[in-house]
């Protein structure tokens, strides 16, 4: 597919990009993705809002061409570019651009995704059954706020989830949101994830929410991008105002280009200066990196240098924690 794409971009750009749409929305359809993951997709692809509105089925769902979603009460403007869940029906999908008549691009995608949400939405509202507890649709119904409470509650038990119990979402890197029991019994994930607190089952979009701003605050874990593989979002407090400040892919705060300058010219700088902001003394951070002492003090008396701030006190020590905080915050 990738290399018919080629050949098709060299010889007429909007069918190459056309096939590569197509390609995008078969893989979503595959990986069985939820309804807020395809609308994102056309938002994305086309670089403006896309918008769905079922009001059959009391779905909406609008997302920023930068993929946040940001749901809206305001009527959708009959001019945009428009496609229905059905043949012959009433439009359902929308992209919000007005500027512009819409292009063959614009077209294959509001095909493509109208074709893969009427199945997400016939399987998850009760059309169709749900195909086993693992199913992928069956978790964001549960965390979508605008499905009804009934359906959320039936998703909920097709899950194995008490609906008395309380509950946490929690969010991966891979972007597929995943529900777990909140019992003391249930271990720590594995990879990088982001968790939600526990919360009754039918507050889950709150959790999920949650998760995924914590999730921004996690790390890989490696000498490149020390920090921490899982975080809580109640852990966070004032720390999650952050994410706010520092949308992903900004221009990064000044001391996280410095960071990543010093980081350049020392490869151990990094874990270094994340040890020293991650343990109690600066005798367990050389103990962390596996260092003496007096090496540490080198170290960080180079990373002053390269910085331009002190690490050693604890203003320089606060600096330094929120420069890695937001570094980790203005990943793409």
């Known amino acids: 597919m990738k290399e018919l794409a080629g050949r098709l971009t060299a010889l007429d750009p909007d ?5 590569q749409v197509i390609a995008y929305f078969d893989r979503l359809a595959e990986a069985r993705a939820g309804v807020e993951a395809l609308v994102r997709g056309a938002a994305v ?12 089925r009391r779905v909406r769902v609008r997302v920023e061409a ?7 009460d305001l009527p959708p403007d009959p001019a945009w570019p428009s496609a229905a869940l059905v043949p012959g029906g009433v439009p359902a999908l929308w992209l919000e651009r007005g500027d512009a008549p819409p292009s063959v691009v614009d077209a294959v995608i509001l095909e493509r995704a109208a074709g893969v949400v009427r ?8 059309r169709a059954p749900g195909s086993g507890d693992d199913d992928p649709a069956l978790v964001e119904t549960l965390l979508d706020a605008t499905a009804p409470a009934t359906a959320r509650l039936h998703a909920a038990r097709r899950l194995g989830l008490d609906p008395a119990a309380p509950a946490r979402a ?9 529900v777990r029991a909140a019992s ?14 526990a919360v009754p089952v039918l507050e889950l979009p709150r959790s999920w929410a949650a998760a995924r701003v914590a999730l921004r605050f996690t790390a890989d874990g490696t000498a490149h991008d020390p920090g921490p593989r899982v975080v809580h979002a109640e852990d966070l407090g004032g720390l999650a ?24 010219d020392a490869p151990w700088l990094l874990a270094t200066l994340h040890a020293v902001t991650a343990t109690a003394s600066l005798r367990a951070a050389a103990a962390e990196v596996a260092v003496h002492h007096s090496t540490l003090q080198d170290r960080l008396a180079h990373a002053e240098h390269l910085l331009g701030w002190p690490v050693r006190t604890p203003q320089g020590r606060l600096r330094l924690h929120l420069a890695l905080t937001m570094r980790r915050l203005a990943r793409p």
């Open 66 to 72: 930068d993929g946040t979603r940001r749901d809206s």
């Open 184 to 197: 003391r019994e249930a271990g720590p994930p594995e990879g990088r994830a982001g968790v939600g607190p």
């Open 170 to 178: 929690l969010a991966a890197p891979d972007g597929r949101p995943r």
């Open 15 to 19: 069918a190459g990009a056309a096939v």
């Open 241 to 264: 105002l952050l994410a706010d400040l520092v949308p992903p892919g900004a221009e990064p705060p000044p001391d996280v280009r410095a960071l990543e300058a010093a980081a350049a």
């Open 45 to 56: 692809l086309s670089g403006v809002p896309a918008r769905l509105v079922d009001a059959e």
């Open 119 to 126: 199945r997400v939405l016939d399987r998850t509202r009760g």
